[in-house]
């Protein structure tokens, strides 16, 4: 591009120039030519010369135009043409010597002026002139070639040329500062454009930094009045803060002198765990690092401090949490709160001697609203009345205590806002005690009445001896409640209507290796062990509110939580600190932990109480101990019980999905296969295997409950019958009962329709009801059982020892049978306690009863069954489940209904 614009110049420039060229040489043509004017071709050269004149002229002239109008367009070949002409003929007019050669001379000077910036042209101007003078006739003389024409010429020539070099040279000069002068325009507009812009954003840039000045400006003003609002606020409430950089080891306290008693530096480095009461320092410990290590979304703990005196101990309560972790997850940073809680401690541990006072006074102590509505009573008053706490709230004084005087005794409050007497009261309906009541009225600052506080006597337990006063409710051993009263208490859960939910928990507390422990430690320690738990077992609060030993290690507790899960759970966690604190028994330092199994009361589950606490229990025991664990009504991850759920359940009874599985029971003498329990199972395509058990709740919870025990019936009569057509006929089947079917007024229709729809013989049918089920409504429960009986089908009274049945009730029952309950055989194993199992299968087989133990698990358990006389047994140790086909071809290889009993399963 630069070499373009360079030739471009100097094209410029030699038609520029040439014009001077050009009239000079017309103007020299027109004195040669007058000089000789007799020459012969004077004319013609004359006219040769005014020609090429004009066409340079011309060229020069439109040469220009082109050349800005066209940027490459290129004159020189033309400018050359004619000069080569034009010096030519100026040539042929130097051989005449004289004035001519001097003129000819003196055009290839003008040549050398105007064509300086082009050399070819410049050589096409002084060649022909210096060659043809000697070429062309006739010469010149010799001395004037030598003497003046080549001087000359070469003169010009080297003039010429050195001229050319230096229009090159300043040519060039005048290209670059052009172009220097271009771009320094060009940079010029541009550095001023960015200053402006800049300039402009700059501008902008103050704009906006004024805004921000005058917004952080207002925000600080509002930090500082809020900050001062907060300091008073937390002057005023008692609180602290603190700020705790982990990775330093400093803790920043503020307000150090009214928790700790003394001044430090702003960061104090000291170990605030040295501060802490030894008693409370492991609680602070655990809550911390509980949330150091994520386990706990906050930090919280409540503590006593270290003092040097015999003042009331300082009790704080700290609140925090970390804000800053390092990229591993280790915590950097801390901050949180501190609360000077000595006077809620205070009031917190009289409110608990007040509460502990009210629920363990030996009267019966209740509070009634100012309509004379309960609200609130402790548990000696409900049991004086027979009702549990939930059934008291809101109902009315006098329809819990019914009494002729109830009109005297409400004027008596009026009037004068006491009442003192004995009153004889109905109870449940029929039953009449006498007890001596007192009635407070409590009054506000305004004198209104607000309360009334009422406190009640049982003097019919002193006059009459009604228990449960008397020794058969009491343990003997540790003194609280026995097994059979804490039977009756879940047996009353039947009568309350309706059942509160979320209201009630059952929960079994086991000490953990107590065998060992009472090996280790001989049976007086062991015994004194157990009094002193139960002794500190019955001195908790609220929510508990009974307390039995069920027998061995196991005790039984009663909570009413109301629906408070956190005073249920602070309750159970109280109960494993209480039995774990250390107890000293003749001189021996004795520590123990406890395994707490708890299952919430719901309408479907009161007859399995205490069966899905134990299992929880077992549960908290296999995990190492010293736990909680709550029984759950369905596995995890089930789904929810919906409308959905019913619909899809009902698609799988239509759709014949589910299917039945059977477990074999056989005769421990001879392994005769004497029948056969029957399961319904769902192999769910989403949850899996949904187990009988959980199936039939949860279909209860949705209403298919009653469809779906129908649908189990139906099947099970049809694969017997198929079972009978194969040559089974000594199979009997067996289904359990439940509650809602024996209440069904047409149940035992039912079960005839079946039998007839099916063609199955009653006595291949087998019906298994509990022994809770049997003691909730023994009149009814017998009537049902004595119709099913009269029909033929085989009946079993099932969980026998684990609820409250008498020897009077059994005998009056038509069953065939018992079914041991599983923990008497678990326990009779474990805790050694034969006897009674022995005293339970002699009993049975004193009534012509047949007796089943299942589940047997351990070959311990078969032989003591078998040395103890037991028939039946049934479990994983004889056979595992099968589907009915499975159970069929195993029978028929055998070639009769026999299966081997012994510790090998038989598939």
């Known amino acids: 591009m630069a070499r373009h614009s360079f030739r471009q110049e100097r094209q410029r420039q030699v038609l520029r120039h040439s014009n001077l060229l050009w009239v000079s040489s017309l103007a020299l043509g027109l004195v040669c030519t007058t000089v000789h004017p007799g020459?012969?071709?004077?004319?013609?050269?004359?006219?040769?010369?005014?020609?090429?004149?004009?066409?340079?002229?011309?060229?020069?002239?439109?040469?220009?135009?082109?050349?800005?109008?066209?940027?490459?367009?290129?004159?020189?070949?033309?400018?050359?043409?004619?000069?080569?002409?034009?010096?030519?003929?100026?040539?042929?007019?130097?051989?005449?010597?004289?004035?001519?050669?001097?003129?000819?001379?003196?055009?290839?000077?003008?040549?050398?002026?105007?064509?300086?910036?082009?050399?070819?042209?410049?050589?096409?101007?002084?060649?022909?002139?210096?060659?043809?003078?000697?070429?062309?006739?006739?010469?010149?003389?010799?001395?004037?070639?030598?003497?003046?024409?080549l001087p000359l010429m070469s003169l010009v020539l080297l003039g010429a040329w050195q001229g050319h070099l230096m229009a090159r040279r300043a040519t060039r000069r005048a290209l670059v500062n052009k172009r220097l002068n271009a771009l320094l325009v060009r940079n010029r507009d541009r550095l001023e454009a960015t200053v402006q812009e800049r300039t402009r954003a700059l501008n902008r840039s103050n704009e906006r930094l004024q805004e921000e000045v005058v917004l952080r400006k207002q925000v600080n003003q509002s930090l500082i009045k809020h900050e001062e609002q907060m300091n008073l606020a937390m002057t005023a409430s008692g609180i602290g803060f603190w700020d705790w950089d982990i990775t330093a080891r400093r803790v920043y306290h503020s307000d150090q002198h009214?928790?700790?008693?003394?001044?430090?530096?702003?960061?104090?480095?000291?170990?605030?765990?040295?501060?802490?009461?030894?008693?409370?320092?492991?609680?602070?410990?655990?809550?911390?690092?509980?949330?150091?290590?994520?386990?706990?979304?906050?930090?919280?703990?409540?503590?006593?401090?270290?003092?040097?005196?015999?003042?009331?101990?300082?009790w704080l309560e700290d609140s925090g949490k970390v804000i800053e972790r390092s990229p591993t997850g280790q915590a950097v940073r801390m901050v949180g709160t501190r609360r000077d809680i000595s006077a809620d401690m205070r009031q917190r541990e009289e409110l608990s001697l007040s509460a502990s006072l009210f629920n363990n006074s030996s009267d019966g102590v209740f509070v009634l609203g100012r309509d004379q509505c309960f609200r609130t009573a402790n548990r000696m008053f409900s049991q004086i009345v027979g009702m549990q706490k939930s059934q008291l709230l809101g109902r009315d004084l006098f329809s819990?205590?019914?009494?002729?005087?109830?009109?005297?005794?409400?004027?008596?409050?009026?009037?004068?806002?006491?009442?003192h007497g004995d009153l004889v009261i109905r109870i449940g309906g029929s039953r009449r005690i006498q007890v001596l009541l007192t009635l407070t009225?409590?009054?506000?600052?305004?004198?209104?009445?607000?309360?009334?506080?009422?406190?009640?006597q049982d003097l019919s337990q002193r006059y009459n001896g009604l228990i449960p006063t008397d020794k058969d409710a009491y343990d003997a051993l540790t003194g609280v409640y026995n097994r059979r009263f804490f039977q009756e208490l879940l047996a009353g859960f039947h009568q309350h209507d309706?059942?509160?939910?979320?209201?009630?928990?059952?929960?079994?507390?086991?000490?953990?290796?107590?065998?060992?422990?009472?090996?280790?430690?001989?049976?007086?320690?062991?015994?004194?062990?157990?009094?002193?738990?139960?002794?500190?077992?019955?001195?908790?609060?609220?929510?508990?509110?009974?307390?039995?030993?069920?027998?061995?290690?196991?005790?039984?507790?009663?909570?009413?939580?109301?629906?408070?899960?956190?005073?249920?759970?602070?309750?159970?966690?109280?109960?494993?600190?209480?039995?774990?604190?250390?107890?000293?028994?003749?001189?021996?330092?004795?520590?123990?932990?406890?395994?707490?199994?708890?299952?919430?009361?719901?309408?479907?589950?009161?007859?399995?109480?205490?069966?899905?606490?134990?299992?929880?229990m077992i549960q908290a025991s296999a995990t190492g101990g010293n736990g909680i664990n709550y029984h759950a009504a369905y596995p995890p991850g089930l789904p929810q019980l919906s409308e959905a759920w019913a619909l899809e359940l009902r698609e799988a009874l239509a759709g014949q999905v589910l299917h039945l599985e059977f477990w074999p029971r056989t005769r421990l003498v001879g392994g005769r296969l004497e029948g056969v329990d029957a399961r319904v199972i769902w192999h769910h395509p989403v949850y899996g295997r949904l187990e009988s058990e959980v199936l039939l709740s949860m279909a209860s919870s949705v209403g298919m409950g009653p469809a779906l025990q129908r649908w189990c019936l139906q099947q099970s009569c049809t694969e017997a019958?198929?079972?009978?057509?194969?040559?089974?006929?000594?199979?009997?089947?067996?289904?359990?009962?439940?509650?809602?079917?024996?209440?069904?007024?047409?149940?035992?229709?039912?079960?005839?329709?079946?039998?007839?729809?099916?063609?199955?013989?009653?006595?291949?049918?087998?019906?298994?009801?509990?022994?809770?089920?049997?003691?909730?409504?023994?009149?009814?429960?017998?009537?049902?059982?004595?119709?099913?009986?009269?029909?033929?089908?085989h009946?079993?009274?099932?969980?026998?020892?684990?609820?409250?049945?008498?020897?009077?009730?059994?005998?009056?029952?038509?069953?065939?049978?018992?079914?041991?309950?599983?923990?008497?055989?678990?326990?009779?194993?474990?805790?050694?306690?034969?006897?009674?199992?022995?005293?339970?299968?002699?009993?049975?087989?004193?009534?012509n009863l047949a007796v089943i133990a299942s589940p047997v698990e351990q070959p311990a358990q078969l032989r003591l069954l078998k040395d103890l006389g037991c028939d039946i047994a049934q479990g994983g140790l004889v056979s595992q489940s099968m589907k009915a086909d499975t159970l069929l071809a195993l029978v028929q290889q055998r070639h009769q209904t026999h299966l081997a009993v012994s510790p090998i399963r038989v598939h």
């Open 721 to 793: 019958v198929r079972w009978q057509r194969e040559g089974c006929e000594t199979v009997r089947l067996s289904l359990r009962l439940a509650s809602n079917q024996l209440d069904d007024e047409n149940f035992v229709e039912q079960v005839a329709a079946m039998l007839a729809h099916t063609g199955l013989a009653s006595d291949a049918l087998e019906l298994v009801v509990t022994e809770s089920q049997l003691m909730a409504d023994v009149t009814h429960i017998r009537s049902v059982l004595d119709k099913l009986s009269r029909l033929g089908v």
């Open 39 to 149: 020459r012969p071709d004077a004319l013609v050269v004359a006219g040769l010369v005014a020609v090429l004149a004009l066409a340079g002229l011309a060229v020069s002239r439109f040469g220009l135009v082109w050349q800005d109008r066209y940027p490459r367009f290129r004159a020189m070949p033309a400018v050359v043409v004619v000069t080569v002409l034009q010096s030519s003929v100026w040539g042929y007019e130097a051989h005449y010597g004289g004035l001519c050669l001097t003129l000819s001379i003196a055009y290839v000077g003008l040549a050398a002026i105007a064509l300086y910036a082009y050399w070819r042209a410049l050589l096409a101007a002084w060649g022909p002139v210096m060659m043809l003078p000697i070429f062309v006739g006739p010469p010149l003389p010799a001395e004037t070639l030598i003497d003046v024409h």
């Open 258 to 314: 009214r928790f700790f008693g003394q001044v430090t530096k702003a960061e104090d480095g000291g170990d605030l765990i040295d501060k802490v009461h030894p008693e409370d320092r492991g609680r602070v410990k655990r809550a911390l690092s509980a949330h150091l290590t994520r386990r706990s979304d906050f930090y919280h703990a409540r503590y006593r401090l270290l003092t040097g005196d015999d003042t009331e101990p300082v």
């Open 795 to 847: 009946l079993v009274l099932g969980d026998f020892g684990g609820g409250q049945s008498s020897l009077s009730h059994l005998k009056h029952v038509p069953v065939n049978a018992l079914s041991l309950a599983p923990t008497l055989v678990r326990e009779a194993v474990s805790a050694g306690q034969q006897p009674v199992l022995k005293a339970v299968i002699e009993m049975a087989h004193s009534l």
């Open 400 to 419: 819990v205590m019914p009494t002729h005087q109830s009109q005297h005794i409400a004027k008596a409050l009026f009037n004068n806002g006491r009442w």
């Open 441 to 456: 009225a409590v009054r506000s600052k305004d004198r209104s009445i607000s309360h009334f506080l009422g406190i009640c």
């Open 498 to 616: 309706p059942l509160l939910p979320d209201h009630y928990a059952i929960a079994i507390l086991n000490l953990d290796d107590f065998a060992a422990l009472n090996r280790h430690v001989g049976t007086t320690v062991g015994d004194q062990l157990l009094r002193d738990v139960a002794a500190r077992l019955t001195n908790q609060n609220d929510p508990l509110r009974w307390v039995a030993r069920l027998g061995g290690d196991r005790f039984g507790l009663f909570l009413e939580y109301e629906g408070d899960r956190c005073s249920l759970e602070e309750c159970l966690t109280t109960l494993l600190e209480e039995v774990a604190r250390p107890m000293l028994i003749d001189d021996q330092v004795v520590s123990l932990t406890a395994s707490i199994g708890v299952c919430r009361v719901q309408s479907d589950n009161i007859d399995t109480l205490l069966t899905l606490a134990q299992q929880a």
